[in-house]
């Protein structure tokens, strides 16, 4: 391949970038300075380096992020900051892009990655990837409502939603505008705007907050704390793709 197209996979820069970078001599190829970018290189190659320290070529990137509330599922906004405004610097791409979207004030389970092809699949609603959320919800969340959301609602709107499967967990008093809170686990099938807010609103309800604890196969780690975030492991990736 290319060695511009190496250095910029291997999180160099853009091409544009990378191309300053090569006429500035700082690339070396078993030690020899090359200045031009179509000098050709293996993809596995070893002998690539960026002012002496050797790089690896890696075309896709897989982050699984415990999102924070305040932060929008986006990659560039003008008011707040974004998911990958959480990335690390030597973790950054510019194009890597969040996996779907969280509700700004929505926290947990977010894939970031620059592999255009899963981020389509995992979101295009043919596939129905199941999506799993924590919830407080204002109210008592009775049989009669997980009924409602088992049966299928429709929406205020008008436009009807899959079949969604509530676990309540417990209903405690509280200091809420009901004066009852219940913790639930909601799985839907879809991932329409603001679906599991609309759901709730559709039976009179508010959710309080929100988390996404699971997509598909994928768990959000207990131990990684809001803002945090690690690589997808092969295995995880793997069957993100089946
Ligand atoms: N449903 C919502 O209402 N908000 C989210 O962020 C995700 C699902």
Redesign the pocket.
């Known amino acids: 391949m290319r060695l511009d197209k190496f250095l910029a996979e291997a999180g160099l820069g853009s091409r544009s970038e990378v191309k300053v970078l090569l006429k500035k001599g700082k690339v070396t190829v078993a030690g020899l300075v090359i200045k031009d970018g179509r000098f050709q290189v293996d993809k596995n190659s070893t002998e690539v380096a960026f002012e002496g320290e050797p790089l690896i070529y890696q075309e896709y990137y897989y982050y699984l992020l415990n999102k924070p509330q305040g932060v929008v599922?986006a990659t560039k906004d003008n008011l707040d900051s974004t998911v990958v405004d959480l990335l690390a610097a030597e973790d950054f791409r510019s194009d890597i892009f969040p996996v779907g979207?969280?509700?700004k004030?929505?926290e947990g389970l977010l894939i970031l990655t620059n592999d255009g092809a899963l981020g389509h699949d995992l979101t295009q609603p043919k596939k129905h990837v199941e999506?799993e959320?924590f919830a407080h919800i204002d109210g008592e969340v009775t049989a009669e409502i997980v009924q409602k959301f088992a049966d299928g609602l429709t929406l205020k709107n008008g436009e009807k939603v899959k079949p969604g499967e509530v676990f309540v967990e417990k209903t405690m008093e509280s200091k809420t505008q009901s004066g009852m809170m219940s913790e639930i686990r909601i799985i839907?099938h879809e991932?329409?705007?603001?679906?599991?807010?609309?759901?709730f609103e559709a039976v009179g309800m508010y959710?309080l907050y929100?988390k996404?604890i699971r997509m598909g196969n994928l768990q959000l780690d207990a131990d990684l704390s809001l803002g945090q975030y690690r690589t997808l492991t092969e295995n995880e990736i793997e069957s993100l793709k089946k």
Request: aromatic share 10%; no cysteine; glycine share 4%.
């Open positions: 599922s979207r969280l509700d004030n929505t999506k959320y839907i991932g329409k705007f603001h679906q599991v807010k609309r759901m959710v929100l996404r």
